[in-house]
């Protein structure tokens, strides 16, 4: 439901390479939006609580069986680091929210609040672990933010409150990010993929007593669907994955904001959804600083 941090270095610079990493990063935001859109359509009748649960258990009996193939053990002994610790409750509090805004709220607006994570991570750096983030950083960020209230209409006749379900799990992705770039590089792709998935189940878990209607089964076309929501969701991190292992960082990651387009799209032909000009003019807002940003930090780099 939400992108992660593939861990491990780029394979250097060249064209080639860049251009490998580009295009699975595309095909990793793609299929992310169609996780999005999938989850989204069992939600209306299907508790979202129950809905989370399958999905992740989905997803994990998935990342257990490739780790198991790759000779690897399950669960690293890392995880209990203090690190993966905080990171993985970040996640979980990414996941829980982010669940229930793709239930409850529009899929264009999450998807556009989604956008403000890679300013987060910048700001989190710059506060946390005294990276040095420049003024003019600092400004796209700002206008990015601007973007994100522009979405919110914070004002009484126009706000609404359930895009903050996005917002919170927005920073919980950003802040899981952001202690990523300190966990143990001896943990795999595929361990890293068991933990997230298994943190899915927690959330899940925690959702079914607040769920509005009481828990039940799904039906056939609710778990075919659900099935390949966690599907499409183990390939989309594994693209993501190999994207941000084949070229520069700073050359692939700005194609993380195909995703928005992607379910804009989406959002358009699937959800009736007509987002309106506020909506459209914060999320080309959020992009385009972030942009700006990734660019200044490859400068700087």
Same mark, same amino acid.
């Given at each position: 439901?939400?992108?992660?941090?593939? !861990? =491990?270095?780029?394979?250097? !610079?060249?064209?080639?390479?860049?251009?490998?990493?580009?295009?699975?990063?595309?095909? *990793?935001? &793609?299929?992310?939006?169609?996780?999005?859109?999938?989850?989204?359509?069992?939600?209306?009748?299907?508790?979202?609580?129950?809905? #989370? /649960?399958?999905?992740?258990?989905? =997803?994990? &009996?998935?990342?257990?069986?490739?780790?198991?193939? @790759?000779?690897?053990?399950?669960?690293?002994? %890392?995880?209990?680091?203090?690190?993966?610790?905080?990171?993985?409750?970040?996640?979980?509090? $990414?996941?829980?929210?982010?669940?229930?805004?793709? *239930?409850?709220?529009?899929?264009?607006? #999450?998807?556009?609040?989604?956008?403000?994570?890679?300013?987060?991570?910048?700001?989190? @750096?710059?506060?946390?672990?005294?990276?040095?983030?420049?003024?003019?950083?600092?400004?796209?960020?700002?206008?990015?933010?601007?973007?994100?209230?522009?979405?919110?209409?914070?004002?009484?006749?126009?706000?609404?409150?359930?895009?903050?379900?996005?917002?919170?799990?927005?920073?919980?992705?950003?802040?899981?990010?952001?202690?990523?770039?300190?966990? !143990?590089? %001896?943990?795999? @792709?595929?361990?890293? $993929?068991?933990?997230?998935?298994?943190?899915?189940? &927690?959330?899940?878990? /925690?959702? /079914?007593?607040?769920?509005?209607?009481?828990?039940?089964?799904?039906?056939? =076309?609710?778990?075919?669907?659900?099935?390949?929501?966690?599907?499409?969701?183990? #390939?989309?991190? &594994?693209?993501?994955? +190999?994207?941000?292992?084949?070229?520069?960082?700073?050359?692939? %990651?700005?194609?993380?904001?195909?995703?928005?387009?992607?379910?804009?799209?989406? @959002?358009?032909?699937?959800?009736?959804? +007509?987002?309106?000009?506020?909506?459209?003019?914060?999320?080309?807002?959020?992009?385009?600083?972030?942009?700006?940003?990734?660019?200044?930090?490859?400068?700087?780099?």
């Amino acid at each position: 439901m939400a992108d992660g941090v593939g !861990p =491990g270095p780029g394979s250097g !610079p060249g064209a080639r390479g860049n251009a490998l990493g580009a295009l699975f990063m595309v095909i *990793a935001m &793609t299929l992310f939006a169609v996780e999005d859109s999938l989850f989204k359509s069992v939600t209306p009748a299907l508790p979202p609580g129950v809905a #989370t /649960l399958i999905f992740g258990l989905t =997803g994990t &009996t998935l990342y257990v069986l490739m780790t198991l193939r @790759a000779g690897e053990p399950v669960l690293h002994p %890392a995880i209990l680091r203090p690190s993966l610790m905080i990171r993985t409750f970040f996640e979980i509090v $990414g996941r829980l929210f982010f669940a229930l805004s793709l *239930a409850y709220t529009p899929l264009s607006v #999450t998807s556009s609040i989604l956008q403000a994570a890679p300013l987060v991570v910048t700001a989190g @750096a710059a506060l946390l672990l005294n990276e040095t983030v420049g003024p003019r950083r600092w400004a796209a960020m700002a206008i990015g933010f601007v973007g994100v209230l522009m979405i919110l209409r914070p004002t009484p006749d126009a706000f609404r409150p359930d895009a903050l379900l996005a917002v919170a799990g927005m920073i919980g992705f950003a802040m899981r990010d952001l202690f990523t770039r300190a966990s !143990p590089p %001896a943990v795999s @792709a595929n361990q890293l $993929g068991v933990l997230g998935f298994a943190v899915i189940v &927690t959330a899940g878990l /925690l959702m /079914l007593p607040f769920d509005p209607t009481p828990p039940r089964l799904p039906d056939a =076309g609710e778990l075919w669907r659900l099935l390949l929501t966690g599907v499409v969701g183990v #390939t989309a991190y &594994t693209a993501l994955t +190999r994207a941000m292992r084949s070229g520069e960082v700073s050359v692939v %990651a700005p194609f993380r904001y195909s995703r928005l387009l992607v379910a804009l799209l989406f @959002a358009f032909l699937f959800f009736g959804e +007509r987002p309106d000009l506020w909506t459209l003019a914060g999320g080309a807002l959020i992009v385009t600083s972030g942009l700006y940003t990734l660019i200044r930090s490859a400068r700087k780099g």
